[in-house]
């Protein structure tokens, strides 16, 4: 009790002798109070300080060990988070409005196009950016909406900017593919999962052999440039993970036996069956980003648990969470609420704000820049009045790259 | 033929038996003690006492001050909050569907005989401490038909979770009706919003016209005017015994639902309500209650890009009352108790938040004599939460229908409900026809 009254008084203290200083300089240099700051690199720390100067994290510690410098401008609060990452969203692509016009999230000409860039689609300025940066969300890993064999090329960016090269955190994130019923539904063909299976099997077949042929001595005879190909060997070669989107148990499997066959890097996506496949998910050493634990129980999720967080966690498999993708409302889930869901549902405390901070990062691998408070990384960071995961706690405060953008409580 | 005659006479036996048990259930009274209670009406009670004998709540108060009836069956329920169970002023759930595609307005139509009993989406609003719901027909009309207040007790056909006596000649509902974009669609629907409004009114002054006609009859049977299903149910509906649940979204959309039912003098209960928070002081003049939702972000249709959590705050300002709803599968029946709190968030005050699951929905479906609160006489109707009811870490551990125990989250065949898993949903309450409709 003693330490905590210190640092309100510390952190009061500087408040007051600085709140008329800095009026007018940007934010670039912050030092924020939490009652209880959430690391995400060790253990939590009761009265600590994240000391921002521009956009990196400067010092994170006890109050009684860091000493605030004078110019800089404090911010109070009871819960102190690393800035949240969405491991999986269609945000910026499916806008707010729901009409044709700001509607990107999937291409239907055709099952198979890996090489539609998310980065040619993302809007900045959607609403839906907005608000999910103001409850929290600081990176969100985006792209095309789950629906085609191969629908695109997902990026990962910081919720602000006003273009997406000031928002963008890496340019191609995953290659997105889905296995399931809603193929089905958008495209004449794949009409079964077997047939789906084997035409991202020659797809893949088709990508090797245009390697090969890449690398022919005569020049004349290499096949030109063939975008899509490029990006499935990206894929092969390592560079890019494959997302898959597969719900039912029989679909996981036939990921991890397509990853398997053509040994390329495998991220499972909703995966809403994965409690019938944890030896396997496990024996493949795959990451698992879940569906939003309230997703609707129907279609493809109808088998959805809240618990598949937890006894994913319990079996040892690496799990992030993601606000997916709806194509009605709510237009976009908030990641935070979702992680409430599977902490109320069993999943240990920290394990579930790991699934929207650093265990997210280290998933969508973006772990050296962001879901951690540690020095040296990107200055994004939440405030809380209460317990996060609480419905009536509020987020209050969100710092992105070391600037705040939000300051009020939502 | 001997055999099937004792065959016969077993089955009779057996129904003649489950009907007694069914008028004689809980015999012998309940006292829950020791937890924390919400009555509702009236301050929480902390080490609290709850009386239920014969399906009625009996005393609510304080532990020390209400002594167990003698033969009572007690029930320590220390650590646990108790609440009412809660009501759902407007919810999908028991996969029925309303009016077809062939016309606008269909208010003949009844849910009621459209909705199974057995439907897994039941177990999932019992999960949810859901006691009392109104299921409504679709959004995509007009008016899509007539609703109906059930009780979620244990049933075999419908009549056992009604609400009235007979469906035949009862009224078991509301009549639901829609504007704005749902409802605008091709030929015969409407195609704008004014058709819209025209065409409600053509009606409603076609139903004026049937009601004074039955009137001038003056119970003569011979001169009443022939039986029309549509009539029937409209001059029920003009002569208030039937409340009108109206769909509506947009401020302008709100507002013209307020006219026609000035014109025709109807009782109506907004439903999402969405932009409500924009026209607050013409609601409350207009003393319509409002049944809204929550959704956890703006959008997914024009309509809908301006809904805020702030609404029940700001409609709870200006002294409406507001009840919450699911929409389920809209939201998700087994997380009403989150809007509640989403609401709080946005800064309702906690007593008028609860009462929005509550007692609130109770006052705007009639049943507030019945259900809602916690209080002596009223139905033995309550949910003993883990926690309260508030956060979101409180699960749903047991539901009570009028005495009987109907979900029990200790025993793993009612636990799955709570949380999903494999074949525990058939996933059959949202095909695109109801999609249309909800929302």
């Given amino acids: 009790m003693r330490k905590l009254i210190h640092t309100a008084v510390v952190c009061g203290l500087v408040f007051y002798m600085t709140s008329f200083l800095s009026i007018n300089e940007t934010h670039a240099q912050v030092a924020v109070c939490g009652e209880v700051v959430y690391t995400m690199s060790g253990s939590p720390l009761q009265n600590g300080i994240v000391l921002i100067r521009k956009n990196k994290i400067e010092q994170v510690g006890l109050a009684a060990q860091v000493s605030i410098p004078g110019d800089y401008k404090v911010m109070s609060a009871k819960v102190v988070t690393p800035g949240l990452i969405d491991a999986h969203s269609v945000v910026g692509l499916s806008g707010i409005y729901n009409q044709a016009h700001d509607q990107d999230q999937l291409e239907k000409s055709s099952a198979i196009q890996p090489e539609l860039r998310a980065l040619d689609a993302y809007n900045p300025r959607e609403k839906l950016v907005e608000w999910i940066r103001n409850l929290g969300v600081t990176t969100v890993h985006t792209g095309p909406a789950p629906g085609a064999l191969a629908s695109g090329q997902t990026i990962i960016v910081k919720t602000v900017g006003g273009t997406v090269n000031e928002a963008l955190l890496d340019s191609i994130g995953m290659v997105a593919f889905t296995l399931g019923q809603t193929v089905g539904e958008n495209f004449r063909s794949p009409g079964t999962r077997s047939k789906g299976v084997a035409m991202i099997r020659a797809e893949f077949v088709k990508a090797q052999d245009y390697a090969l042929k890449r690398k022919a001595k005569d020049p004349d005879k290499r096949p030109t440039r063939d975008l899509e190909l490029e990006t499935l060997l990206r894929v092969l070669n390592g560079q890019v993970k494959a997302l898959f989107t597969v719900n039912k148990a029989t679909e996981i499997m036939s990921a991890l036996r397509l990853a398997k066959e053509f040994k390329f890097d495998l991220v499972l996506d909703g995966a809403a069956e994965a409690y019938l496949a944890m030896n396997e998910i496990k024996a493949a050493g795959v990451p698992v980003i879940i569906h939003p634990t309230m997703v609707r129980t129907y279609g493809d999720t109808r088998n959805a648990s809240f618990e598949t967080a937890q006894q994913l966690e319990k079996a040892g498999i690496p799990i992030a969470l993601q606000s997916g993708y709806e194509d009605y409302v709510p237009k976009t889930r908030v990641v935070l609420y979702e992680a409430a869901i599977a902490a109320a549902n069993r999943l240990p405390y920290e394990k579930a704000l790991g699934a929207i901070t650093i265990d997210a990062a280290r998933i969508i691998g973006v772990d050296k820049r962001v879901g951690s408070l540690e020095q040296g990384k990107d200055a994004d960071v939440v405030l809380f009045d209460g317990d996060p995961f609480e419905y009536t706690t509020h987020v209050c405060g969100v710092i992105v790259n070391g600037s705040v953008v939000s300051e009020t409580c939502k | ?439």
């Fill in chain 2, 1 to 439: 033929m001997i055999r099937q005659k004792l065959f016969t006479s077993v089955f009779f036996l057996l129904f003649a038996l489950s009907a007694i048990a069914l008028v004689s259930a809980q015999e012998k009274p309940y006292i829950f003690r020791g937890g924390t209670i919400y009555p509702i009406e009236g301050d929480s009670i902390r080490n609290g006492s709850l009386v239920v004998h014969h399906g009625k709540i009996i005393a609510v108060g304080n532990a020390e001050s209400i002594a167990a009836p003698p033969g009572a069956v007690s029930f320590d329920v220390t650590g646990k909050v108790i609440m009412p169970g809660l009501v759902d002023t407007h919810s999908h759930i028991g996969g029925g569907d309303g009016a077809d595609q062939s016309a606008a307005l269909q208010p003949e139509i009844r849910i009621l005989d459209a909705i199974d009993v057995r439907s897994d989406t039941f177990k999932k609003a019992l999960a949810g401490g859901i006691t009392t719901v109104n299921v409504m027909p679709g959004s995509g009309y007009l008016m899509s038909g007539q609703t109906a207040y059930l009780k979620l007790r244990r049933a075999n056909s419908i009549n056992d979770m009604l609400l009235c006596t007979d469906p035949i000649t009862d009224i078991c509902g509301g009549m639901k009706m829609a504007n704005g974009t749902n409802s605008i669609r091709n030929a015969p629907f409407p195609g704008t919003r004014a058709k819209s409004a025209a065409m409600v009114r053509q009606l409603f002054v076609k139903a004026q016209d049937y009601r004074a006609r039955v009137q001038a009859a003056g119970g003569n049977p011979e001169k009443l005017p022939k039986r029309e299903l549509d009539m029937e149910a409209l001059v029920q509906v003009l002569e208030g015994k039937r409340t009108v649940h109206f769909h509506t979204h947009r401020h302008d959309d709100i507002l013209t639902v307020l006219r026609l039912s000035k014109e025709f003098g109807f009782r109506v209960v907004l439903h999402h309500v969405s932009e409500g928070w924009k026209i607050a002081k013409e609601i409350a003049e207009a003393g319509a209650p409002c049944s809204i939702i929550v959704l956890d972000s703006p959008g997914g249709k024009l309509e809908a890009v301006d809904i805020r959590y702030e609404n029940g705050a700001i409609l709870e300002k200006a002294g409406i009352t507001v009840a919450y709803h699911t929409d389920d599968w809209i939201t998700d029946s087994r997380l009403f108790l989150r809007s509640a709190a989403l609401g709080v968030r946005a800064g309702m005050s906690r007593q008028k938040a609860l009462e929005a699951v509550t007692l609130a929905g109770a006052k705007i479906l009639g049943l507030d004599s019945r259900v809602g609160s916690l209080k002596p006489g009223k139905d033995a109707d309550f949910v003993i939460l883990s926690g309260h009811p508030l956060s979101v870490y409180a699960h749903v551990e047991e539901t009570w229908i009028e005495g009987t125990k109907v979900f029990d989250r200790s025993n793993p065949e009612d636990r799955k409900y709570s949380v999903g898993g494999y074949e525990v949903f058939r996933g059959d309450a949202a095909d695109d026809s109801d999609k249309e409709g909800a929302e």
